[in-house]
């Protein structure tokens, strides 16, 4: 994630709405937003009502973050999963695909783990992430054009390029390059990699912590995913 221009890359969509919307369901107050970012979407959660304790490693999205309406309703952390106190949330949510940064499964078990620690029986977990069966990645490396966005300082026009390495071992490589577009320019250059699990591989760690109840929904839809969706939404709870 690239803080400078995520949010402008990165509009609202079904997938926002489908928390929301979920979160109303399950009737919580308490939520620990894990891999907020720019707060994206954490803020509508306070503008909701919420109380929210925000965490993501990224310093300068955590300070974009701080930045936005309602922030100042947020308890902002910049840490990780073992920042999450014990005992102590009714919900752990990771949006936006969080959930493929972890690539090994030593430090995936330790997010499912450290959730589980930090809900409050009865609690609620709560993430998405991108069906591998769906081979997403083969549509991203059609699209060799840039997306475009502005440099919120001085209202200069800016592309993002994106370069792909490919999948090996179920880890997608890509880099993501912002150039300034009048110049050309190289303002930031950064490595990402996402890892596919499946989604049988999700329930059986989820299981392995402790969850009892685990639900799937597939594509931002109340309905149970089948094997053709493009993205699950895991439900679990302690």
Not at 35 to 56: E, M, N, S, V, W
Not at 119 to 125: A, S
Not at 131 to 140: D, G, H, R, T
Not at 207 to 218: D, E, I, L, N, P
Request: aromatic share 12%; net charge negative.
């Amino acid at each position: 994630m690239i803080p400078l221009v995520y949010d402008q890359v990165n509009g609202w969509g079904k997938d926002d709405e489908f928390f929301l919307t979920l979160l109303k369901k399950i009737n919580v107050k308490t939520i620990a937003d894990l891999g907020c970012g720019t707060g994206r979407l954490t803020t509508h959660f306070a503008k909701a009502g919420y109380q929210i304790t925000a965490i993501d490693p990224n310093e300068e999205a955590i300070e974009y973050a701080k930045n936005k309406q309602h922030s100042s309703e947020v308890t902002w952390i910049v840490g990780d999963s073992t920042n999450l106190q014990t005992n102590t949330y009714e919900t752990v949510i990771m949006t936006a695909n969080v959930a493929q940064v972890f690539l090994t499964e030593e430090s995936w078990e330790k997010v499912v783990a450290d959730a589980f620690r930090a809900l409050k029986q009865g609690g609620h977990f709560i993430f998405d992430t991108r069906n591998p069966l769906a081979k997403v990645w083969e549509e991203w490396e059609k699209d060799t054009t840039p997306d475009l966005a502005t440099d919120l300082l001085n209202g200069e026009p800016l592309e993002i390029w994106t370069q792909y390495e490919g999948l090996v071992n179920d880890v997608f490589t890509f880099y993501e390059t912002v150039k300034r577009k009048h110049t050309g320019e190289v303002m930031i250059h950064e490595k990402m990699q996402l890892k596919f699990r499946t989604q049988e591989t999700i329930y059986e760690s989820l299981k392995r912590a402790g969850f009892s109840q685990v639900q799937v929904y597939g594509d931002w839809e109340f309905n149970q995913e089948t094997s053709k969706n493009k993205s699950f939404i895991f439900h679990s709870i302690k």
